[in-house]
């Protein structure tokens, strides 16, 4: 399973820092929603400057306007941009379409859909499209839900990442999920010893 590391709030240097820190543990990086929205579309184009070798997610979580924010990801350098799966279907059906021209790759935040919307965007599934299940800071941190990726044993055939609160203690609740991508954030940036903590990751998730 691939580890995709989430940069969200810390200020870009400290983002570049952490990843220069935990390269060698990390498959993807992750722009939070967060730079984005303290430093704008720049924060995508430093971070995939700087590791052109990475394959880098814009997580800007659109939910209307597809077209101008997806051409703005991928224009700065994004591979992987995100769209709520709670969005119209038009703007999913929109990300779909530049996802593809662009040959990209389109990451469908399943945060607070139904089990209805659900099924309806798994029917859009495609290889350039992956669904992530996702538990929000919010009812993480004020309400103390914990993900128990309970919804994931049906979804064998698509693309799924997970997301939300991941630890070192909790990523044996992954196991036989089949999952391609662990979305993991604070657990490491975070840390005192972000290598450390992200080289236990990369030794928990191998082979999973
Ligand atoms: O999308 C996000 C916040 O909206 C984060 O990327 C995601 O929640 C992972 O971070 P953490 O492991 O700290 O929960």
Not at 10 to 22: F, G, H, Q, R, S
Not at 123 to 130: E, H, M, R
């Given at each position: 399973?691939?580890?995709?590391?989430?940069?969200?709030r810390?200020?870009?240097?400290?983002?570049?820092?952490?990843?220069?820190?935990?390269e060698?543990?990390?498959?993807?990086?992750?722009?939070g929603?967060?730079?984005?929205?303290?430093?704008?579309?720049e924060?995508?184009r430093?971070?995939?400057?700087?590791?052109?070798?990475?394959?880098?997610?814009?997580?800007?979580?659109?939910?209307?306007?597809?077209?101008y924010?997806?051409n703005?990801c991928?224009?700065?350098?994004?591979?992987?941009a995100?769209?709520?799966?709670?969005?119209?279907?038009?703007?999913?059906?929109?990300?779909?379409?530049?996802?593809?021209?662009?040959?990209k790759?389109?990451?469908?935040?399943l945060?607070?859909?139904?089990?209805?919307?659900?099924?309806?965007?798994f029917?859009?599934?495609?290889?350039?499209?992956?669904f992530?299940?996702?538990?929000?800071?919010?009812?993480q941190?004020?309400?103390?839900?914990?993900?128990?990726f309970?919804?994931?044993?049906?979804?064998?055939?698509?693309?799924?990442?997970?997301?939300?609160?991941?630890?070192?203690?909790?990523?044996?609740?992954l196991?036989?999920?089949?999952?391609?991508?662990?979305?993991?954030?604070?657990?490491?940036?975070?840390?005192?010893?972000?290598?450390?903590?992200?080289?236990?990751f990369?030794?928990l998730?191998?082979?999973?």
């Open positions: 399973m691939d580890i995709q590391l989430a940069l969200d810390v200020t870009i240097e400290d983002a570049l820092a952490i990843v220069k820190e935990t060698e543990y990390i498959d993807l990086i992750e722009v929603t967060s730079l984005i929205k303290e430093y704008g579309i924060s995508v430093k971070i995939k400057n700087a590791y052109p070798h990475k394959r880098v997610v814009a997580d800007i979580k659109t939910i209307d306007n597809a077209e924010e997806f703005l991928f224009d700065a350098g994004a591979d992987i995100t769209v709520m799966g709670v969005s119209s279907i038009e703007t999913i059906k929109k990300c779909l379409q530049i996802t593809n021209k662009k040959q790759i389109v990451m469908v935040d945060l607070n859909t139904t089990e209805n919307k659900r099924n309806q965007l029917s859009l599934s495609n290889p350039n499209v992956i992530c299940d996702h538990l929000s800071k919010d009812e941190e004020i309400s103390g839900k914990r993900n128990t309970s919804h994931l044993d049906n979804v064998w055939s698509i693309r799924y990442a997970v997301a939300g609160g991941i630890t070192t203690d909790s990523v044996d609740q196991v036989d999920k089949k999952l391609e991508i662990a979305i993991i954030g604070s657990a490491i940036t975070n840390s005192s010893k972000p290598e450390k903590t992200a080289k236990r990369k030794e998730l191998k082979g999973l």
